[in-house]
């Protein structure tokens, strides 16, 4: 799904490019440079924390993965490891057995239980903040 915005980049610096090269050859160069610095950028700080959001991945463990993904893949690693980090945490979170805590009268403790405040009554003509 992101391989069109990894592509959009590119594709759409090829203007920009052509542009500054008519003015001069090493202004396209530094063009390309931004282009290339800008989709490194993007590719490991802003579309992680994006992705991050929405697969409700914490943002070391986005970070680390595009990090990760990246070292061993490449630029596809990197696009690919976010959605394979949820893919590992939704099984992790769903694996073993799962305990529901709920309350048994067999364990009241009236020495531990919250006292509720006591209500006082009110009388005629007088204010509950006085």
């Known amino acids: 799904s992101q391989f069109l915005p990894v592509v959009g980049t590119y594709l759409a610096g090829v203007l920009p490019v052509l542009l500054a090269f008519l003015d001069s050859p090493v202004k396209a160069l530094i063009v390309i440079i931004f282009i290339a610095i800008y989709q490194q950028l993007e590719n490991f700080l802003l579309a992680p924390r994006i992705t ?13 993965a595009a990090i990760a993904g990246g070292a061993i893949l490449g630029p596809i690693g990197a696009v690919l490891a976010l959605p394979l980090a949820a893919m590992v945490q939704g099984f992790a979170s769903n694996w073993g057995k799962r305990y529901e805590i709920v309350d048994n009268p067999l364990v009241y403790v009236p020495s531990l239980a919250i006292s509720q405040p006591k209500k006082r009554k009110l009388r005629f003509g007088s204010h509950a903040g006085d």
Do not use: K
Not at 54 to 64: I, Y
């Open 52 to 64: 991050a959001r929405t697969l409700e991945l914490h943002a070391a463990v986005a970070f680390g």
